[in-house]
């Protein structure tokens, strides 16, 4: 079967080379490459090498050479189609069926590569020539090697309509191909094409595997735009492709990191003083696409930026962009050039330890996220707390993966707490105190004869946390839990099973809850209230749909069900036995008023009238933030 060469590339790509050898042969670092003995025949000194960044294996004393899958049908005796199948369904890359159109299509592209290539060797040369004398000049100017010029394979594209049209152009290629591979720009109407870079020192943009897929180009005169890439073409699609690449993936793979800088001149910069590891998007903010590839190379890129005021918005943009996309493991550092530094003219100035002492002061996402939200906005009222409030959950809800979502949350609402404990220990002016009145001398009395306020009803005895009252209102958030989110019944039907509850009507409710186990996880909480009402439960559930802890806190996703279950739970039941431990120690102590009776019935009294410190903590749960 022939498969399309881009799911090749991506297979190549998702399996690094390095793994697949790693699993029968024992390597070892040699410089930029890896060494071991060969798996094919028998050798007492390694002669196998390894080279990832080229993407292939070599043995200098058999012969043997290939990719990944050429060592995968070597190694297991397997056909181009077995070994190939079998990596796609390790990685989970699903394989393509390739129609006569689509291997049309590849003939294509092969072609198209074969003219990006032949445009790059042009421009090289004339960079070397006569015309390319000014670039070659600003190159060097910016402090660029001659290896380095040669390494990202720099060049120049003269300033004339048909340099390079008439240098490419043939029987072979057409023009119409070059317009397809960008190269040549067609007017309006049924003039000729001619070159679409012109005067500019030229940058290849190439793809994982190093193949020229596209140019960016830079002017040296006023002339604008300052930047010119690429359009779109089969070969190039700007949101996903990364410049530096190729030239970066075997190192950030062994440091683990990666660095996404603002240019092409910033990527060539940071490599020649050892930052081997960086890259670029190419004139645009950075894409979920982007992100997602270099998420390939290490789980948190740091992403550097001028530190202007441009440099703060896109490091705003960059950070909204990936909040929907986090995965567990998987974020994104951000690191801050001193105004007004780029890192081209940090290293010229400072050297390389200044850039690497930037890139050691990179702040996470979540760190990024927040200060952004808050900084700035004044605490000083609860509508204004409220609103940032609001605009964080907003972040947290944007992340589409469920775990990360919760962490999210729980951060936010921990930081943020962080920031007003001060205040409120310390209030200002009207804030947290109580207003003193005075009274004159006709004012009713404050509290009746009983002791209790105006328009109270029945005096409430004192309030810990193991009374009638707070154990009932404890069983009702236990219920709305289930009934807000159905399928956490089967992960705390256990515990919810063995307890019994201290209000009937509730424990009726629990009880006809418990029934319902085996088909809970297909249902809503509006089908789940359905079938309880079908079982004559009717009035307890109203009651309870009615009540504050229902409608204040509602879980939006099972996880955050499952973190307030457990919570409150734990707390509950430690209370409830609380409770009957008081219960009994008093029916003792009515039975047997002996001292040891009642220092225990005391000790326990004491314990439960201590309980009450956390009631802000409870409250806190109860809103979920």
């Known amino acids: 079967m022939a498969f399309p060469p ?6 190549r790509a998702r399996v690094p080379l390095t793994g697949v050898v790693g699993r029968r042969v024992k390597l070892t670092r040699k410089g930029r490459e890896q060494q071991g003995l060969c798996p094919f025949h028998n050798e007492k000194t390694p002669s196998f090498t390894v080279n990832e960044e080229k993407g292939f294996f070599h043995c200098f004393g058999c012969g043997a050479h290939g990719d990944a899958i050429g060592f995968e049908m070597r190694a297991n005796h397997l056909s181009f189609t077995e070994a190939v199948e079998k990596l796609a369904a390790e990685c989970g890359l699903e394989v393509p069926k390739a129609t ?7 003939a294509r592209r092969a072609s198209l590569h074969d003219v990006m290539e032949a445009a790059c060797k042009f421009f090289e040369k004339s960079l070397r020539g006569p015309a390319g004398r000014d670039g070659l000049a600003y190159l060097r100017d910016r402090g660029l090697s001659e290896e380095t010029i040669a390494r990202f394979r ?15 152009m043939s029987e072979a290629t057409p023009e119409s191909l070059l317009t397809e591979a960008g190269l040549l720009k067609k007017p309006e109407g049924d003039g000729a094409a001619f070159d679409f870079f012109r005067g500019r020192v030229m940058f290849p943009v190439t793809d994982r595997r190093g193949r ?11 002339g604008q735009p300052k930047y010119l890439n690429s359009p779109d073409t089969p070969l190039f699609h700007k949101g996903s492709t990364l410049y530096g690449l190729a030239h970066a993936r075997e190192s950030a793979r062994e440091k683990r990191v990666v660095l996404a800088a603002e240019g092409y001149m910033d990527v060539i910069a940071l490599h020649q003083a050892g930052f081997t ?65 780029d890192p081209d003219s940090l290293i010229k100035a400072k050297g390389p330890a200044a850039m690497q002492s930037v890139l050691d002061q990179a702040r996470g996402l979540f760190e990024v996220l927040f200060d952004l939200t808050v900084a700035g906005r004044p605490l000083d009222t609860p509508e204004r707390r409220a609103a940032i409030e609001k605009d964080l959950k907003d972040k947290a809800f944007a992340i589409a993966d469920e775990t990360v979502r919760w962490q999210y949350l729980s951060a936010f609402r921990d930081r943020l707490r962080e920031i007003l404990r001060p205040q409120r220990a310390n209030p200002g002016p009207g804030m947290g105190q109580r207003a003193q009145f005075k009274r004159r001398p006709n004012d009713p009395p404050l509290r009746a004869p009983d002791g209790r306020l ?19 209102s404890c069983e009702i958030q236990l219920l709305a839990l289930l009934l807000h989110q159905p ?15 201290s209000d009937n009507a509730l424990d009726n409710l629990r009880r006809g809850i418990l029934k319902h186990l085996q088909t809970v996880h297909d249902l809503d909480s509006d089908a789940f209230c359905d079938h309880l009402r079908a079982d004559g439960l009717t ?28 919570r409150l739970f734990k707390r509950y039941a430690w209370k409830r036995g609380l409770a009957n431990d008081i219960g009994q120690a008093a029916e003792k102590l009515g039975q047997d008023m002996s001292a040891g009776a009642f220092d225990r019935f005391a000790a326990l009294k004491q314990v439960g009238s201590g309980i009450a410190e956390d009631k802000d903590d409870d409250d806190d749960d109860r809103q979920g933030f």
């Not at 881009?6 to 297979?11: A, I, S, T, V």
């Open 6 to 11: 881009q799911f090749l590339d991506e297979l």
């Open 100 to 106: 006569p159109q689509e291997r049309q299509q590849e």
């Open 154 to 168: 720099l060049g120049w594209a003269p300033d004339s309509r048909e340099a390079l049209k008439k240098a490419l």
């Open 212 to 222: 020229i897929v596209a140019f960016g180009a830079r002017t040296l005169g006023d």
């Open 277 to 341: 590891f960086a890259v670029a998007p190419l004139g645009t903010a950075l894409t979920e696409a982007q992100i997602e590839e270099m998420w390939r190379l290490a789980d948190e890129p740091i992403l550097c930026f001028d530190g202007d005021n441009a440099g703060q918005r896109a490091m705003g943009r960059a950070a909204e962009r990936a909040v929907p996309i986090l995965k567990p493991g998987k974020s994104l550092r951000f690191a801050l050039l001193p105004h007004p530094e």
């Open 454 to 472: 105006p328009g109270a009803g029945k005096p409430r005895p004192p309030a810990g946390d193991s009374d009638p009252l707070w154990l009932k």
């Open 487 to 501: 399928p956490l019944l089967e992960q705390v039907c256990e515990s919810l099973g063995e307890t019994g509850f």
């Open 539 to 566: 009035p307890v559930l109203d009651h309870l749909l009615d009540t504050d802890e229902y409608r204040i806190g509602r879980p939006e996703t099972i996880i955050e069900a499952k973190q307030h279950w457990d």
